[in-house]
């Protein structure tokens, strides 16, 4: 059964570096998105991809932030300049279609020392 | 903005005993969604509400979708042991500019005792 991939698994990064998570969606999605989950906390809306550019972000989402989808296969999530408060799950999650069942991968752990 | 009060935030019981998930906001959503998390994974779909005061059920899981499409519930009947772990409901923002943002509420930690 086709399932949404992340890698890595867990990245210790120090503040002030990036980092680029990465994800494998289902092949045939076309609506890409990225959640975040710091510890204790509720999953929260990073962002939104569709037809290769930015549909909607939240106000988390800012300048440091960015996302691509180089090849037609990965979609990146990139922290230019990490923080502390940056740590969390980071989760992708792709759909067929807008109403269709979101498929989320298991996760990235990104740990900001 | 639109928010997800999910309650409670801590559930333990008995197997064998009911219990009910609740989830409300003052938003009108276009549908509303039950996941369930296990530990180190990504939240995993269980399902769908659509039309207001629509309920469904999956085998001893009861969801229903408030009739303002504002409020859902997940009832459990005669809880088993392997229904332990984190429920999640999720919310699809109504109106043409969502595309398709999930807004979830803070979950419900289940543990069901034997």
């Known amino acids: 059964e086709p399932e949404v991939t992340q890698t890595p698994s867990h990245q210790v990064t120090q503040m002030g570096q990036e980092v680029i998570l990465r994800c494998v969606p289902i092949?045939?999605?076309?609506?890409f998105y990225w959640y975040r989950q710091i510890l204790g906390q509720k999953v929260e809306f990073l962002v939104s991809f569709y037809n290769n550019e930015i549909s909607e972000k939240s106000e988390i989402f800012d300048d440091q932030f960015s996302v691509e989808r180089p090849d037609g296969s990965n979609f990146t999530l990139k922290i230019r300049s990490t923080k502390l408060e940056d740590s969390a799950m980071y989760f992708c999650a792709s759909t067929p279609g807008l109403y269709n069942e979101q498929f989320f991968g298991p996760g990235t752990r990104l740990t900001v020392l | 903005t639109q928010l997800l009060e999910q309650s409670p935030q801590f559930l333990s019981i008995q197997e064998g005993e009911n219990l009910t998930v609740y989830c409300n906001s003052s938003s009108v959503f276009s549908s509303l969604q039950w996941y369930r998390q296990e530990p180190g994974e990504g939240p995993v779909l269980l399902v769908t509400v659509v039309t207001g005061g629509e309920v469904k059920k999956l085998k001893r899981l009861t969801f229903q979708f408030g009739d303002a499409r504002k409020d859902s519930s997940l009832h459990i009947t005669a809880a088993q042991t392997g229904d332990t772990g984190l429920y999640l409901c999720a919310g699809v923002g109504a109106g043409g500019t969502s595309y398709g943002k999930l807004t979830f509420g803070q979950g419900t930690i289940l543990t069901v005792h034997p």
């Open positions: 092949s045939n999605h076309l609506y």
